[in-house]
T-cell receptor, first 114, second 113 residues
Framework: EADIYQTPRYLVIGTGKKITLECSQT?????MYWYQQDPGMELHLIHY???????EKGDLSSESTVSRIRTEHFPLTLESARPSHTSQYLC?????????????FGSGTRLTVV | GNSVTQMEGPVTLSEEAFLTINCTYT??????LFWYVQYPGEGLQLLLK?????DKGSNKGFEATYRKETTSFHLEKGSVQVSDSAVYFC????????????FGTGTRLKVLA
C-alpha cells in the first residue's frame, strides 16, 4: 500500500494552461523531492524541500514552482504548460539521515502537453 | 564529487538465467547504497540497501554486496523470471551535508520466456 500519493496519474492538457501536480505522504517525512524522468529513464531532480516553508531548486532547471505549507503536501505547479514540459514527474520523500531508509516514491504523473 | 555509474542496457536474458547489473560509485566517506526497481508505468520501489562496507542487501532473490575496496554494489539474481522485467537504478546516499541521493542512469532488464 502506497504511503505517498500522486494525482493525477495521467494528464493531457493544452499549451498555456496552468496545472498543479499533487503529492502527499502520510509518513511524516521532512524531506520531499520532485524528479522529472525523461524517456531515456534518467531521473533529474527539479525541486526539493527539507521541511515546511523550505524549498530549493534541484540540479535541472525547471519552469515549475513548488510550495511546502504542510509537512505532508508538496505540490508542483506549472503556470503555463508547454510541449517541452511533457514528461513523467515523480515525487519522493525520505526521513533523511541517519536513518538511511531510502526514498519512498509515488507512482508518478505522466504529463502530456499538446 | 559523488557519482554513480551503471552498466548500460538493455539487458536481455532468458528465464532462469543469472543476472548481474554492475554499479560503481565515487564518494567521500561511507555512503549508503541502494537498488531501486521501476516497473512499467510505476514509480521507483526500494529493492535493497546496504549502509556499510561488506553489508549484503537482499530481497526477492536479488542480492548486492557493498564493496568499498572496489567501490561497487553490483546487483545479482540467480534465476530471473519474466516478472523481473523492469528498470533498475543504483543510488547513493552521501555521508553528510545533503539528503539528495545520487541516482545512476538506470538499466533496463527484459526477461524472455
Amino acid at each position: 500500500e502506497a504511503d505517498i500519493y500522486q494525482t493525477p496519474r495521467y494528464l493531457v492538457i493544452g499549451t498555456g494552461k496552468k496545472i498543479t501536480l499533487e503529492c502527499s505522504q502520510t509518513m511524516g517525512h521532512d524531506k520531499m523531492y520532485w524528479y522529472q524522468q525523461d524517456p531515456g529513464m534518467e531521473l533529474h531532480l527539479i525541486h526539493y524541500s527539507y521541511g515546511v516553508n523550505s524549498t530549493e531548486k534541484g540540479d535541472l532547471s525547471s519552469e515549475s514552482t513548488v510550495s511546502r505549507i504542510r509537512t505532508e503536501h508538496f505540490p508542483l505547479t506549472l503556470e503555463s504548460a508547454r510541449p517541452s514540459h511533457t514528461s513523467q514527474y515523480l515525487c519522493a520523500s525520505s526521513a533523511g539521515q541517519p536513518l538511511g531508509g531510502g526514498y519512498t516514491f509515488g507512482s508518478g504523473t505522466r504529463l502530456t502537453v499538446v | 564529487g559523488n557519482s554513480v555509474t551503471q552498466m548500460e542496457g538493455p539487458v536481455t536474458l532468458s528465464e532462469e538465467a543469472f543476472l548481474t547489473i554492475n554499479c560503481t560509485y565515487t564518494a567521500t566517506g561511507y555512503p549508503s547504497l541502494f537498488w531501486y526497481v521501476q516497473y512499467p508505468g510505476e514509480g521507483l520501489q526500494l529493492l535493497l540497501k546496504a549502509t556499510k562496507a561488506d553489508d549484503k542487501g537482499s530481497n526477492k532473490g536479488f542480492e548486492a554486496t557493498y564493496r568499498k575496496e572496489t567501490t561497487s554494489f553490483h546487483l545479482e539474481k540467480g534465476s530471473v523470471q519474466v516478472s523481473d522485467s523492469a528498470v533498475y537504478f543504483c543510488a547513493l546516499s552521501p555521508t553528510s551535508g545533503t539528503y539528495k541521493y545520487i541516482f545512476g542512469t538506470g538499466t533496463r532488464l527484459k526477461v524472455l520466456a
